[in-house]
């Protein structure tokens, strides 16, 4: 009766419960920070996970998606990130869009060697507006800039100035070094002899379009990636170039999607090692060897990944199908205790509660199968959020699943 569906049934819930922009963040909100290090104001736009009022164990990356005044990228690029959440490809983040108005562009990003006040945005970043953010939300060590262009040449400045900080940066149309800048490549070369004694992963992927296409930064990117391939870079140093045939201004939308998908990709395919470990262990539930996994996960990403409604979900449907005959009599019972340990994290879901009496209704446990079942449709009828035409849905169901003999 029950399919590999479950897995996005909390998302489709959601899903139809709540129709707006984006489907795993809440609308962004505006913000303007005065700056004490910059004597100015930063224009920030917010955006937070749509569960993060419920998730208090959780803490969350921060991701600085630099140059908002540029809407087109701008906007391509928060879909991209949703996108990439909603499928459960990479966690879900604070997300800051922080506008680089054009008057102050140049100055923003040109460090103060050089006249200008990328130095004192990053102690901005680091100190001020990571203050902030730690004093509404619960955020990790985690921290990733995203930028452009200019943004991406004081991307890669502010990683190689402040490694203790940054985790990683995302860089379309960087250059080599503001364009062969000697100061900023001995800073580059101090954050790669710095690094192998830091106890965490660095993350840094960068772009270019062609000069054929009206990219003028080609051979300076080309330059940048012939410098890293000649070194005897880090292991805890994590790089790739990509190059594309366009323009200058279509590389972000290219490169954010592909990095973000490289940088996560132990996080996107956790669930699938999740199942191995399932099919490996026939006679018990291997929660030490998911611990570990999660553990591990944790420890390369640099800030805490914990099983989630996709876990629980995922591994509860693997044992209750059992299309390959793996689990024999005990899976039913392996699936009722993923179910009880779900409803011990998320006891206010309506869906485990059914499941769980679908469970024993199969196994002819009534009393308990209609004690779980009746507990679901309290749920749904206390949740505000469900609409009318979705809970007549969901009740009809349970009801139905009442009759199962």
């Known amino acids: ?48 996970p749509r569960g993060i009022k419920n998730n208090t164990d959780i803490e969350y990356p921060i991701i600085y998606l630099l140059d908002k005044q540029n ?106 070094f503001d364009f062969g800048d000697k100061q900023q490549q001995t800073q580059f070369e101090f954050f790669l002899n710095k690094i192998p004694s830091i106890p965490q992963k660095y993350y840094y992927y960068f772009s270019v379009g062609e000069q054929l296409y009206g990219d003028l930064h080609e051979t300076a990117v080309d330059a940048l990636n012939s410098y890293l391939i000649s070194k005897d870079l880090p292991k805890n140093l994590e790089w790739k170039y990509y190059k594309y045939k366009v323009a200058h201004n279509l590389t972000p939308g290219l490169t954010i999607s592909r990095a973000l998908s490289e940088i996560f990709k132990d996080y996107g395919k956790r669930i699938n090692i999740c199942f191995n470990l399932a099919k490996a262990s026939k006679n018990k539930v291997p929660w030490d060897d998911f611990q570990e996994l999660y553990s591990s996960l944790s420890s390369k990403l640099g800030f805490e ?63 308990k199968g209609l004690q779980f079942l009746n507990r679901s449709i309290e749920l749904i009828n206390n949740d505000k959020t469900i609409s009318i035409s979705d809970r007549i849905s969901y009740i009809e169901e349970i009801e139905a699943l009442k009759k199962i003999k």
Do not use: C
């Open 1 to 48: 009766m029950r399919t590999y569906y479950i897995f996005f049934f909390l998302i489709i819930v959601k899903y139809s419960a709540i129709a707006q922009e984006y489907s795993s963040y809440e609308q962004p909100f505006q913000s303007n920070l005065y700056s004490e290090t910059l004597k100015d104001s930063v224009n920030l736009e917010i955006i937070l």
């Open 71 to 176: 809407q087109n990228n701008y906007k391509y690029n928060l879909n991209t990130i949703d996108y990439l959440t909603s499928l459960q490809w990479m966690p879900e983040a604070i997300i800051v869009g922080i506008t680089f108005p054009w008057n102050k562009r140049n100055t923003w990003t040109n460090p103060n060697i050089l006249g200008g006040k990328a130095d004192d945005f990053i102690i901005f970043l680091e100190k001020e507006l990571n203050n902030e953010l730690k004093s509404n939300y619960p955020i990790s060590n985690f921290n990733l800039l995203i930028g452009h262009s200019r943004t991406a040449i004081f991307s890669s400045y502010a990683l190689s100035k402040s490694p203790v900080f940054f985790n990683g940066v995302i860089a379309s149309s960087v250059s080599n």
């Open 305 to 367: 990944i914990l099983p989630s409604k996709l876990f629980f979900n995922s591994i509860a449907s693997e044992y209750y199908n059992d299309y390959d005959n793996i689990y024999g009599t005990k899976k039913l019972d392996f699936t009722l205790e993923v179910l009880v340990k779900a409803i011990e994290k998320y006891p206010k879901d309506f869906s485990y509660f059914s499941w769980i009496g679908e469970t024993y209704m199969t196994r002819k446990d009534y009393e």
